[in-house]
């Protein structure tokens, strides 16, 4: 049988709707930082002590500092994905929705589009066609999937092993690790018993080989943030800062660029 075509069959599908692209310079990225950081500044209001005849003075509302993080992130994404990597239980899936809903962009979990596409489960799927099959399958749903950008998206814990993808999230997207440690992982999907790669006789000890064969290739990612038992707002909010942090290296990175070019 011609389980590759099966596979192939479905994956171009793509039920997924999402907001218009927006376009953003990284130059003025920076540009647009500035000018927030200024309505932050002590002497944005003056009182001039002028009489007001009665009438209320204009009263000023402190500028929520969540609110400007979030949308100075997202001016700073432009039409890029922000793509969630990391092992099983690092909280890819619910940091990457808080993080889509702080910036109003849309969010897409890659194994739930794998599933979508194949009609299948990610179980089903690695029991029937094995996970080389299952790796090119995810490989090109996720080629596609950064072709629609603005959104945020999560990837499964092997999809950043593979070289391709990775090439293909460095052109079209902005990476980020969540990275946590062994026993903050085993914590959370000791339970979960629809794992593949976790139904072994030592679970505990196949994600500690897990652990210790992918964190050098997700080292590889534009930016780390660690998970931890912390309220998830916290680590949304430093995905946040990450995220605007690495777009004012690469500008000046950009700009240091062409100034060598010259």
Same mark, same amino acid.
């Given at each position: ?155 499964? *814990?092997? !999809?950043? /092993?593979?070289?391709?993808? $990775?090439?293909?999230? #460095? @052109? ?5 690790? +969540?990275? &946590? ?37 997700? *080292?590889? !990612?534009? /930016?780390?943030?660690?998970? $931890?038992?912390?309220? #998830? @707002? ?5 995905? +946040?800062? &990450? ?20």
């Amino acid at each position: 049988s011609n389980t590759t075509g099966h596979l192939w069959a479905r994956d171009n599908f793509d039920a997924r709707s999402h907001f218009p692209p927006s376009r953003c310079r990284r130059s003025s990225c920076r540009q647009w930082t500035r000018s927030m950081l200024m309505l932050d500044g002590p002497d944005t209001f003056v009182d001039t002590g002028e009489a007001n005849h009665g009438k209320d003075l204009m009263k000023t509302q402190p500028i929520r500092t969540e609110l400007t993080k979030a949308a100075q992130a997202r001016q700073c994404l432009g039409d890029r994905t922000v793509v969630f990597v990391g092992l099983m239980g690092a909280g890819k899936s619910v940091i990457g929705k808080m993080t889509a809903a702080a910036m109003q962009v849309p969010f897409v979990d890659s194994d739930h589009e794998i599933e979508h596409v194949s009609r299948m489960s990610i179980a089903d799927l690695f029991e029937k066609y094995g996970e080389v099959e299952f790796r090119a399958l995810e490989a090109r749903v996720i080629s596609r999937l950064l072709k629609g950008g603005p959104m945020v998206l999560s990837t499964g *814990g092997g !999809a950043f /092993m593979q070289e391709s993808v $990775r090439a293909d999230i #460095k @052109e079209s997207g902005l990476s980020v690790w +969540l990275r &946590a440690d062994l026993d903050v992982l085993w914590e959370r999907v000791k339970r979960r018993y629809h794992r593949p790669l976790l139904k072994t006789a030592d679970p505990k000890a196949t994600l500690s080989a897990l652990l210790g064969a992918r964190y050098p290739i997700y *080292g590889e !990612a534009d /930016m780390i943030v660690q998970s $931890r038992d912390t309220g #998830k @707002e916290i680590i949304v909010d430093e995905v +946040l800062e &990450a995220i605007i942090a690495y777009a004012a290296v690469s500008s000046k990175q950009t700009v240091r660029g062409s100034n060598n070019e010259r």
